[in-house]
Nanobody, 128 residues
Framework: QLQLVESGGGLVQPGGSVRLSCAASGFTLDYRAIGWFRQAPGKEREGVSCIRGNGNSTVYANSVTGRFTISRDNAKNTVYLQMNSLKFEDTAVYYC?????????????????????WGQGTQVTVSS
């Protein structure tokens, strides 16, 4: 069974940090772009960051640039999202997603429709 499982969410104070993990089972993340998305209550899902499948090229939403870092460990079949300097507005359910494998993809995308597999999400709540 093909699965993406997010972990690492929780309650964190403003200015704090948390690292989310996205572990794949049943398939390899090699050559797949991985995206992190989030959805806050009453808002649409938005792209947060993505990393290219066959390299380390990354993209970030303006709202998280300089605070979040996406990385991948292919040996562990896992992608991470390090979130620093968290703000109240970062509160959301965070999802990771993967594309079909593509060895020639140049960049990763930040739109939901570009992704084929989704995890169940992990809640991040920034609160004092």
């Amino acid at each position: 069974q093909l699965q993406l499982v997010e972990s690492g969410g929780g309650l964190v104070q403003p200015g704090g940090s948390v690292r989310l993990s996205c572990a794949a089972s049943g398939f390899t993340l090699d050559y797949r772009a991985i995206g992190w998305f989030r959805q806050a209550p009453g808002k649409e899902r938005e792209g947060v960051s993505c990393i290219r499948g066959n390299g380390n090229s990354t993209v970030y939403a303006n709202s998280v640039t300089g605070r979040f870092t996406i990385s991948r460990d292919n040996a562990k079949n896992t992608v991470y999202l390090q979130m620093n300097s968290l703000k109240f507005e970062d509160t959301a359910v965070y999802y990771c997603a993967a594309t079909f494998p593509s060895p020639v993809a140049v960049v990763c995308g930040m739109m939901s429709w570009e992704y084929d597999y989704w995890g169940q999400g992990t809640q991040v709540t920034v609160s004092s």
